[in-house]
């Protein structure tokens, strides 16, 4: 798993190493409703605006499946209240059936019939 993590990682941040590398010129960014302008490299506009994109859509994923990790949470409580009251039962059982027949260590009589 370390093996294919670093098979992948490694051209991926050469890629973004060369990027950066070859897009250092400064551009001139404008806020446009306020009187703010700011000149930042390209490479730091252009990694800047993928990586806010990246976790902005991972944020709403992660939004999106909260309403199913909290019906799994219920689920797993549910299951667990259910697997302990089935070993409950299961020990009640368990008890009946024993004092229900006794042990019993002798053989029983057998019957001559010599008549």
């Given at each position: 798993?370390?093996?294919l993590?670093?098979?992948?990682f ?10 950066a ?17 700011q ?15 990246f ?43 024993a ?10 009589a ?6």
């Amino acid at each position: 798993m370390k093996f294919l993590f670093w098979l992948l990682f490694l051209p991926f941040a050469l890629v973004v190493v060369i990027f950066a590398v070859s897009n250092r010129g400064p551009i001139a960014v404008d806020f446009w409703p306020l009187p703010f302008r700011q000149d930042v490299p390209l490479y730091l506009l252009s990694l800047g605006t993928l990586a806010f994109g990246f976790f902005f859509g991972a944020l709403l994923t992660w939004l999106q499946v909260a309403k199913w990790r909290v019906i799994a949470m219920s689920r797993k409580k549910d299951t667990d209240y259910a697997e302990a009251e089935i070993e409950r039962l299961n020990t009640k059982i368990n008890e009946l059936n024993a004092q229900k027949e006794p042990a019993q260590e002798v053989l029983p009589a057998v019957k001559n019939d010599a008549a």
